[in-house]
């Protein structure tokens, strides 16, 4: 962890003192590189069978009436997703070549949202969890403020901004109450701490408004599609591929694993909100004609989905929305990458825009079209492998919230497949004997490199799952699931 940070922050000053523009691109590049290699490097030489492993751990502040700590550990779950972030933001200063203006600010703001991420999933320290989680936001908001893509992008930013805001604040009283009561945030002394069942439940409420927010879950969902729409590309790879797992990552870390109680007593509000979530996201898809809007509410209605999965109620099902939110980062991740390529080329998103791209960029419709059947949760991609986990462990506890969620979830996926007959397929779309499209090129070596391996990744996952299901599986042991 000291290497991933050191590094990050290595990388920030390089790019803040670099007064060449030109050679900014290549060194972010070469930056998110070297992070993403030391985090492999991490995935290597950690056993994936160990339960915690603790990287660091110091004092900030020692008085005899009030000590703070902070201390970072790795275990299977973590480490899984601070590789999918160092992933994903090589893929996103991939994307970033095509930014035209104020270039060393957005790679500089894309590496201190690394920087906080890698922290926000190793931190055991729930106030500091709390400071990583809002420290993201910032860069985020420049991100999606400044390099928009429309006139709204001001709005769309500052509803991003408010609405996770505002719904973290309940979270960081409870924190504050937490601290007071056990004098400690230490996840595991909080766990061992045995809270009264009301306050158990209060506080239990008070991560869900900030994890629900930051998921979306229905009807906290309002701000996501806006801010998918406004940003660029790279923005909403980072908002589908790693900040929606923030949401659900703190359900597992903290509301699952914290307050089993709460969480039992609960449950069933939750997967009311989850069921009507992915009912809902995945017939809101059929009302849309902006593409980024379509992927978008495809998300919603598998994060819904994940959380489904989280509280089905048994571990079967817990471990495919653990996979499913992997899953669903790589896939969402590509999407998002292929409809901003071709957002760079013709400067629309308006599916009525398009039609019959397969005859002039073939390369891109073959890996656009996987992804679109890996979102559809076909086999052999890992969307398949986690969806079918999901629906095998709800099916235990109800059989009909099993079905009526598969059916949503199918539906959101044949949404988006007729959709991407629509634009691929059929002859070029013209508008008083003017066609829309009259210029054409297939992926460039660049963009194909920041797809392909998106591709890779889910069908090899896919095929061979049990290299990520060994990490889960004893995390949850050592969190005795």
């Not at 993403?36 to 950690?46: C, K, N, P």
């Not at 703001?109 to 999933?121: C, G, M």
């Not at 990583?132 to 999606?144: D, R």
């Not at 500052?158 to 719904?167: A, E, I, K, N």
Request: hydrophobic letters at 60%; a positive charge; one cysteine or more.
């Amino acid at each position: 962890m000291l290497a991933l940070n050191f590094a990050l922050i290595i990388g920030i000053l390089v790019l803040m003192f670099e007064k060449n523009q030109k050679k900014v691109y290549d060194k972010a590049l070469a930056i998110s590189f070297i992070v993403f290699f030391i985090s492999l490097i991490l995935l290597f030489t950690i056993h994936p069978y160990f339960v915690t492993f603790i990287v660091e751990r110091f004092t900030i502040i020692d008085l005899p009436i009030l000590s703070i700590n902070i201390s970072k550990a790795l275990d299977g779950l973590s480490l899984l997703f601070i590789i999918l972030s160092t992933f994903l933001i090589v893929l996103c200063v991939l994307s970033g070549a095509s930014i035209k203006y104020r270039k060393k600010l957005f790679f500089i703001l894309l590496l201190i949202t690394e920087l906080a991420l890698v922290n926000v999933f190793a931190v055991t320290e729930i106030l500091f969890f709390y400071i990583w989680f809002e420290a993201i936001l910032i860069p985020v908001f420049l991100i999606i403020g400044i390099w928009g893509s429309r006139q709204e992008k001001i709005a769309a930013a500052y509803q991003f901004f408010l609405y996770t805001l505002v719904g973290s604040l309940s979270m960081l009283l409870s924190i504050l109450f937490i601290f007071a009561m056990i004098g400690s945030t230490n996840i595991w002394i909080v766990r061992a701490y045995e809270f009264s069942a009301v306050a158990e439940r209060i506080i239990w409420l008070t991560f869900f408004f900030s994890f629900a927010v930051k998921i979306p879950m229905f009807p906290f969902h309002l701000w996501l599609p806006k801010a998918h729409v406004e940003a660029p590309t790279a923005g909403s790879v980072l908002l589908a591929g790693i900040l929606l797992k923030l949401g659900s990552y703190g359900f597992l870390r903290f509301s699952i694993f914290l307050f089993p109680s709460a969480t039992e007593f609960f449950q069933p509000l939750i997967i009311v909100l989850a069921l009507l979530g992915v009912i809902y996201s995945s017939f809101t898809i059929l009302r849309q004609i902006d593409l980024k809007r379509i992927v978008a509410y495809s998300s919603v209605s598998h994060m819904n989905y994940v959380i489904l999965g989280c509280f089905g109620g048994n571990l079967i099902s817990l471990y495919g929305a653990t996979i499913l939110m992997i899953a669903h980062g790589i896939v969402s991740g590509g999407l998002f990458l292929g409809v901003g390529y071709l957002y760079d080329r013709y400067k629309s998103r308006n599916i009525l825009y398009y039609r019959g791209l397969v005859t002039i960029m073939p390369i891109y419709t073959l890996i656009f079209f996987i992804l679109i059947l890996a979102n559809l949760g076909f086999p052999p991609t890992l969307n398949f492998i986690s969806e079918f986990l999901v629906l095998s462990g709800i099916m235990e506890s109800n059989i009909f919230i099993s079905l009526l969620s598969g059916f949503s979830i199918f539906f959101a996926g044949v949404s988006g497949f007729w959709i991407f007959t629509r634009i691929f397929f059929g002859n070029f779309a013209v508008t008083n004997g003017f066609y829309h499209i009259r210029y054409y090129y297939d992926l460039t070596l660049r963009e194909f490199l920041s797809m392909f391996p998106l591709v890779f990744l889910a069908i090899f996952f896919g095929i061979y799952p049990n290299i990520l299901l060994n990490y889960i599986t004893f995390t949850f042991s050592s969190w005795g699931i």
